[in-house]
């Protein structure tokens, strides 16, 4: 490794190398450099160091989850992860450097993995098959750009790139995808501000009952109406290789709600704690204190593209949508 500190490590269970080295072709392919190397897996203090060294510099780590490291209770690759999650505690909170991917159907809420894990986006590349959004993204994360932006960008970058350099991701796309991202946006908005309206409409009709009877309830009470979740959108289509617009297109939902609306919207690290976790909309709307949740799906068929949203409010389980929206 010639320039640590602007390259990628890969830690993974020897049962894993396979997998790991699929990854690696890819990157390396892309031209950046990566730290993998088999024949330097043999132990000794002269390569627990070298190891350590690369740990200390590298400017991403990327651990392997699978089945296989949920199996093993020790190994050196464990080692390598309580090592890269200590370096993250010294980094700013919105500094991107820890990169999980899982190669299998290992779940995160149950993986036998630091709790940092947990708290990051985690990347499926079925047993190694590294997809080009992956190679994208790690790309734009070792960029000058991405280390030299403002902390919200640098947030999105580990969504998905926002470069202006040539060859953007799904640039062809772009014009429909902000129109889909501009009129769920719009259609949430619009439904809280109507809502709010009839609701309190329906309030001053029905006089001081209903006000004795929602006083009862203090859990509602206490949270903000003008509230909102955006939850990963799941990725619906057949090939399953549209996570990384699905997870692009909930952070941007994000992004124009908290800007161009005066609802308190939950963050982003906090909503996508709960992708792939079971959890009911009360109780995630409970824990982000929000009175609404927005939730939807995006299916690729061909050159169509899908993204279905929905409103739901929470206390009621009321649903406004669904909400459809087809580009090509």
Same mark, same amino acid.
């Given at each position: 490794?010639?320039?640590?500190?602007?390259?990628?490590?890969?830690?993974?269970?020897?049962?894993?190398?396979?997998?790991?080295?699929?990854? #690696?072709?890819?990157?390396?392919?892309?031209?950046?450099?990566?730290?993998?190397?088999?024949?330097?897996?043999?132990?000794?203090?002269?390569?627990?160091?070298? @190891?350590?060294?690369?740990?200390?510099?590298?400017?991403?780590?990327?651990?392997?989850?699978?089945?296989?490291?949920?199996?093993?209770?020790?190994?050196?690759?464990?080692?390598?992860?309580?090592?890269?999650?200590?370096?993250?505690?010294?980094?700013? !909170?919105?500094?991107?450097?820890?990169?999980?991917?899982?190669?299998?159907?290992?779940?995160?809420?149950?993986?036998?993995?630091?709790?940092?894990?947990?708290?990051?986006?985690?990347?499926?590349?079925?047993?190694?098959?590294?997809?080009?959004?992956?190679?994208?993204?790690?790309?734009?994360?070792?960029?000058?750009?991405?280390?030299?932006?403002?902390?919200?960008?640098?947030?999105?970058?580990?969504?998905?790139?926002?470069?202006?350099?040539?060859?953007?991701?799904?640039?062809?796309?772009?014009?429909?995808?902000?129109?889909?991202?501009?009129?769920?946006?719009?259609?949430?908005?619009?439904?809280?501000?109507?809502?709010?309206?009839?609701?309190?409409?329906?309030?001053?009709?029905?006089?001081?009952?209903?006000?004795?009877?929602?006083?009862?309830?203090?859990?509602?009470?206490? @949270?903000?109406?003008?509230?909102?979740?955006?939850?990963?959108? =799941? !990725?619906?289509?057949?090939?399953?290789?549209?996570?990384?617009?699905?997870?692009?297109?909930?952070?941007?939902?994000?992004?124009?709600?908290?800007?161009?609306?005066?609802?308190?919207?939950?963050?982003? =690290?906090?909503?996508?704690?709960?992708?792939?976790?079971?959890?009911?909309?009360?109780?995630?709307?409970?824990?982000?204190?929000?009175?609404?949740?927005?939730?939807?799906?995006?299916?690729?068929?061909?050159?169509?593209?899908?993204?279905?949203?929905?409103?739901?409010?929470?206390?009621?389980? @009321?649903? #406004?949508?669904?909400?459809?929206?087809?580009?090509?």
């Amino acid at each position: 490794m010639s320039q640590s500190q602007k390259a990628v490590f890969l830690s993974y269970a020897s049962q894993d190398a396979e997998a790991a080295r699929r990854i #690696c072709e890819a990157l390396r392919k892309a031209g950046i450099e990566v730290w993998f190397d088999q024949s330097e897996l043999r132990g000794g203090d002269a390569w627990d160091q070298k @190891i350590r060294g690369h740990i200390k510099n590298c400017a991403l780590f990327i651990p392997i989850i699978s089945g296989n490291t949920d199996s093993r209770t020790e190994g050196y690759f464990r080692l390598e992860w309580k090592l890269a999650v200590d370096r993250s505690h010294l980094m700013a !909170d919105d500094a991107s450097f820890l990169l999980p991917v899982v190669i299998d159907a290992t779940p995160d809420a149950t993986a036998r993995v630091p709790d940092r894990f947990r708290q990051l986006q985690w990347s499926r590349l079925p047993s190694g098959e590294t997809s080009p959004a992956f190679v994208e993204r790690v790309s734009s994360l070792l960029t000058p750009e991405a280390s030299s932006a403002s902390p919200q960008s640098r947030q999105s970058a580990g969504i998905g790139p926002r470069r202006s350099g040539p060859k953007p991701v799904a640039s062809p796309k772009l014009p429909p995808t902000l129109l889909i991202i501009a009129a769920v946006a719009v259609i949430a908005a619009g439904y809280l501000a109507v809502d709010k309206f009839v609701l309190s409409k329906h309030g001053t009709d029905s006089g001081r009952a209903l006000s004795v009877a929602q006083s009862s309830i203090s859990t509602p009470a206490a @949270i903000p109406e003008k509230s909102i979740a955006v939850l990963p959108f =799941t !990725d619906m289509s057949e090939k399953k290789d549209q996570e990384y617009f699905s997870d692009g297109l909930s952070e941007e939902l994000i992004d124009l709600l908290a800007k161009g609306t005066d609802m308190r919207v939950a963050a982003r =690290t906090s909503t996508f704690s709960f992708k792939g976790k079971q959890a009911t909309i009360p109780e995630i709307a409970k824990t982000l204190g929000v009175a609404n949740v927005l939730e939807g799906s995006v299916r690729k068929a061909g050159p169509t593209l899908r993204v279905t949203a929905q409103l739901i409010r929470a206390a009621e389980g @009321i649903m #406004c949508g669904p909400i459809p929206t087809t580009a090509n």
